[in-house]
């Protein structure tokens, strides 16, 4: 399996995965999204592999509104699946 490299934007949540040896792109998708987008103070994005899968978690984050997270399974180039979605959860403690 080589060894990947993922990241995703701070507004809009793409998420780009790209091969560290070859420096090509290996998948292109858009992660977890909030129905509201951010508020006044912003929110953020954030992008993790669990350890030792080809699962990559995805979380959406408005500091004043909700957040979002889904999981997906990235072991196929270019196949991206979502294998779990959590309902956006809304409010702020």
Same mark, same amino acid.
């Given at each position: +399996?080589?060894?990947?490299?993922?990241? !995703? !934007? /701070?507004?809009?949540?793409?998420? /780009?995965?790209?091969?560290?040896?070859?420096?090509?792109?290996?998948?292109?998708?858009?992660?977890? #999204?909030?129905? #509201?987008?951010?508020?006044?103070?912003?929110?953020?994005? *954030?992008?993790?592999?669990?350890?030792?899968?080809?699962?990559?978690?995805?979380?959406? *984050?408005?500091?004043?509104?909700?957040? !979002? +997270?889904?999981?997906?399974?990235?072991?196929?180039?270019? #196949?991206? #699946?979502?294998?779990?979605?959590? $309902? $956006?959860?809304?409010?702020?403690?």
């Amino acid at each position: +399996m080589p060894t990947l490299l993922a990241w !995703s !934007s /701070s507004r809009q949540n793409n998420i /780009s995965i790209i091969e560290l040896e070859t420096k090509k792109q290996y998948a292109y998708f858009e992660g977890a #999204q909030l129905r #509201q987008k951010f508020a006044i103070r912003g929110g953020w994005t *954030h992008v993790k592999e669990i350890p030792n899968t080809r699962l990559l978690v995805s979380l959406n *984050h408005d500091d004043e509104v909700s957040a !979002s +997270m889904e999981v997906y399974d990235i072991s196929k180039q270019d #196949q991206v #699946q979502k294998i779990y979605s959590f $309902e $956006e959860i809304r409010g702020c403690k």
